[in-house]
Structure formats: structure tokens, C-alpha cells
């Protein structure tokens, strides 16, 4: 009995080590790979999956991927797009109406894990252009897409407020001191984007969050696991 105590002991003591615990946030309230599998075998609405291969013409330019970021440095090591399944299905549509006007999407960042976060958050915390790693990021839910429009003929990203990450007032999603071509163009995205189930963060012109992320867990899975 008292063999099987200490295994017990140092079984417990083993679990604890392997656990992932957080600076800013009950680790409860993360779901890591083991957990994520659990959710997704109970609904599989909750897989995260590669937007490229759902839509193969959406344009990439993960940005984290490279040192062409706000933190100068990779965050990511794959240049990869993921999201909720709904929320890529959302997307599909998008991209089905936007292609009748000869336009297109290029998307910057969609999930995110909650790790990386954190580390925007220790780097820039104004919690205006970085999330709150206490609550965290709807990018961390999968449910949140950094997103601009592409001319689909010359592969062009249409004019914009800002480029995408600026820290400034002019990326706000109502800033109306800007040109007549960039505010329509913000105007066309949102009202497209409205229309297919998305909604844009006030401070950010780029950065649209899908109106059910409410459904679904904080993650901080790495790319490499999916």
C-alpha cells in the first residue's frame, strides 16, 4: 500500500510538471492540444483548419511569419492561416462575393496561440492594438481574421488608411480624415464582411472578429500541431 502511495504521489507530481501554467490567466482557462482534441471530437465545428485549403485563391501574407512585424522578430515558424470551421465557411463567402467585383482577400493573421499573446501584450500593451492576456484574444479563439482586399487582376492590395498593424489613429475602423478611395474601400470590406457574419474592431480597420466567437475556447496550440 504504501509502494502504491508513493507512485501515486509521484504520478500526481508528474501531471502538475506537464501542466502549462500562465502568467496572466488561470490555466484552466486554455485549452491546450489534448483538450482542444476532446472539444473538437465533441463538435467538430471547433476544429481549427488551414484556410488555404478551404479556399485555395485567398491570398497569404502572415506576417508573423517573417520579421515584417510590429515585434520585428518570427512569432510564427510556418507562414500558415487557421480558423474555426464556420468561421472559414463565413470566409468562403466573403470570398464568393468579393470575386464578382474583381476583388479578393489577403489575409495578414487568423488563429493565433494564446502564447503569443502574451508576448505582444509584454511588448506593446496598449490594449488599443494588442489584447489583454487576462482576457485573451479572439485571434486565440480562431475567430478573428486580419484581412485586407486584393485587386484580383493585378494582385494589388487596394488602398487603405493605414498598412496593416499600424499603431496609429488612423487605423481606427471610423477615422474619416483619409482619402475618398481609401475610406471607400474600408467601407466596401466592412459592409462585405457585415454581411457575412463578421464584425470590425473599432481601433483596427483590418481585424474582423466572427459574431459567434463566443462558442469557442481560448487556445495556445502551435501551428505544428494541427
Not at 53 to 74: C, E, G, K, S, W
Not at 128 to 152: E, M, Q, T, Y
Not at 197 to 214: M, P, Q, R
Request: glycine content about 4%.
Amino acid at each position: 500500500m504504501r509502494c502504491y502511495l508513493i507512485a501515486l504521489v509521484f504520478i500526481i507530481a508528474w501531471i502538475g510538471a506537464q501542466a502549462q501554467h500562465y502568467k496572466y490567466i488561470d490555466s484552466t482557462k486554455i485549452s491546450g492540444t489534448a483538450r482542444y482534441k476532446r472539444q473538437v471530437k465533441a463538435n467538430p465545428d471547433k476544429q481549427l483548419v488551414e484556410i488555404k485549403q478551404y479556399i485555395p485563391a485567398i491570398v497569404l501574407d502572415i506576417r508573423y511569419a517573417t520579421i515584417n512585424n510590429f515585434m520585428h522578430r518570427r512569432m510564427y515558424q510556418q507562414p500558415k492561416a487557421y480558423a474555426r470551421l464556420p468561421v472559414v465557411k463565413a470566409l468562403q463567402q466573403v470570398e464568393a462575393d468579393l470575386k464578382t467585383r474583381g476583388l479578393g482577400l489577403k489575409i495578414y493573421d487568423a488563429y493565433r496561440p494564446y502564447s503569443v499573446t502574451v508576448k505582444f501584450y509584454e511588448m506593446a500593451s496598449d490594449t488599443n492594438f494588442v489584447a489583454d492576456p487576462r482576457k485573451g484574444s479572439k485571434h486565440n479563439r480562431g475567430c478573428a481574421i486580419d484581412l485586407s482586399l486584393i485587386n484580383l487582376k493585378t494582385g494589388k492590395e487596394l488602398d487603405m488608411p493605414t498598412g496593416f498593424d499600424s499603431f496609429s489613429k488612423k487605423a481606427a475602423a471610423n477615422y474619416q480624415a483619409i482619402t475618398k478611395p481609401q475610406l471607400d474601400n474600408r467601407e466596401l470590406l466592412k459592409t462585405i464582411m457585415q454581411a457575412h457574419g463578421f464584425t470590425v474592431l473599432t481601433t483596427e480597420w483590418w481585424h474582423y472578429d466572427f459574431n459567434g466567437w463566443a462558442n469557442y475556447e481560448l487556445l495556445d496550440i502551435p501551428f505544428s500541431a494541427l
